[in-house]
């Protein structure tokens, strides 16, 4: 039977907002509401934390999770969770689930977990439609666009596509979970950072440039990705709403 298991990179040193996955909202910090979100999926049979950061393996052994310490070298995310899923061959699919988006809801991780397992593709992933003009502008919104099967064609922090003829132009937002084949994990780590990877700071580029196929699934959901302190007041003033 085949088996899945989702790996949150987590980095303490943040280039925006440094430390930021150990900053609390209502005594829990951000990696802990996304572990515990992670824990709530249906089709995954393990969670492991993926730290290079003392402070952090710390604080997720306080609450409970499994949590493995990894190089400090890594130059992405999935660099760092391939370190780990190398340590558990019994897997055979692989979520990396971002550790800065404590919205994420289980019901979104299953549906990345099943376009991975059902869909013809080496990598998964999310998006949604755009509702707010003003992200289409913002770098730290990852534009999305894809084909007719759902096939991602590019990302990029600009607007994508651009606006020429302005009623023809929708615009997706993707959303950082991705689900791996365990070859297709493998196979994109050993591959160099590519020119388009380095230019937009974005890692699924590298995979685009090198042929491999990344199926889309949409959602509905808008969740906060925990990038600036002002992202982080936002997270809070709508917990506090609630």
Known sequence: MQK?????????????????LLMEVNSKPIIQWVYEAAKKSTLADDVIIATDSELILNKAQE????????????????????????????????????????????EVIDLAIKTLIEGNCDISTLAREITDPEQINDPNCVKCVF???????????????????????????????????????????TLGQSDIEKAESLEQL?????????????????????????????????????
């Open 63 to 106: 609450f409970g999770a499994k949590v493995e310490m990894t190089s400090s070298e890594h130059k992405s995310g999935s660099d760092r969770i391939c370190e780990v899923a190398k340590r558990h061959t019994e897997y055979d699919y692989i979520l990396n689930m971002q550790g800065d988006e404590p919205q994420i809801t289980p």
């Open 4 to 20: 899945t298991v989702i790996i949150i990179p987590a980095r303490y040193s943040s280039t925006r907002l440094k430390g930021k």
């Open 147 to 189: 084909d007719n099967d759902f096939r991602a064609l590019y990302f990029s922090r600009c607007p994508i596509p651009y606006p020429r003829n302005p009623e023809y132009a929708k615009y997706y937002a993707h959303i950082g979970i991705y689900g791996y084949r365990r070859e297709s994990l493998i196979k994109m780590t």
């Open 206 to 242: 590298r995979a685009l440039k090198n042929g491999m196929t990344i199926k889309v699934a949409l959602t509905k959901l808008n969740p906060i990705g925990i990038d600036t302190q002002r992202d982080l007041d936002k997270f809070k003033s709508l917990f506090n709403s609630k």
